[in-house]
Every structure is written in C-alpha cells, then in structure tokens.
C-alpha cells in the first residue's frame, strides 16, 4: 500500500489548508487513517486520525476545534481540514494507514500505524 499526501503549502497565521491522502496499491480501502507530523528538531507527534468506516475521529488537544479529518470514500481519500492555522503548526505532516481495528490509544498512536506516506510540507508564517 502507498500513500500519498498532498495540499502542504506555505499560509498565513490565520489561514487554512486541507491536505489529501491518497491510498493506492491496494483494492481494500477499510483502512484506519491517521495524520502525524513533524516539527524541525521535534518528535513526530499524533494530529488526527479516522476509523475504516469514518464513524470515529480522534484528535490531539492542539488541534482539537481548529482540524477536521474526514473520509471520502466515493472518491478514496482521507482528507485533513486545518483552519486558524498557527506557527506552531509548521510540520511535516504525514499520513499513516492500517488495516487492523483498534481500540482506546491504541487508535492514534504511531506505532499501530503499518503504511506510511513520505510527508508533505506545512509552513505558517506568523
């Protein structure tokens, strides 16, 4: 399975951004989807993730009110809606895919994650 990110791009404090993850390679697109990130010379961090059938959302507190993940299924993507953005959302942000249910944290964290994209670049200019 490969994913591919797409939507980073350079905003102002303020603005939005939505970013698309695509999955291909595979014919069964039941996946769980997550978005991670990564800050230059931090961690990578849990953002939003979205179970198989859309029915569940998690978010991470700094996102919560401002990001909304979605499914597309008609159309095969897992979308990530960023409003208000802020500097301290500047990232890479990566999605992450994986076939197996979950259940408590173990929803959101990276390492339940199996399929990874390779990132795309968020910069928000304060």
């Known amino acids: 399975v490969q994913l591919q990110a797409s939507g980073g791009g350079l905003v102002q404090a303020g603005n939005s951004l939505e970013l698309s993850c695509v999955p291909s390679g595979s014919t069964d697109i039941d996946f769980r989807m997550g978005w991670f990130r990564q800050a230059r010379g931090k961690e990578r961090e849990f953002v939003a993730a979205v179970s198989w059938n859309g029915g569940y959302q998690w978010y991470a507190d700094s996102v919560k009110g401002r990001f909304t993940v979605a499914r597309d299924s008609e159309k095969n993507k897992v979308n990530l809606q960023m409003n208000n953005l802020t500097a301290e959302d500047t990232a890479v942000y990566f999605c992450?895919?994986?076939?197996?249910?979950?259940?408590?944290?173990?929803?959101?964290?990276?390492?339940?994650?199996?399929?990874w994209g390779q990132g795309t670049q968020v910069t928000v200019s304060s």
């Open positions: 992450a895919a994986d076939r197996m249910l979950c259940s408590g944290s173990n929803c959101y964290r990276s390492a339940t994650f199996e399929y």
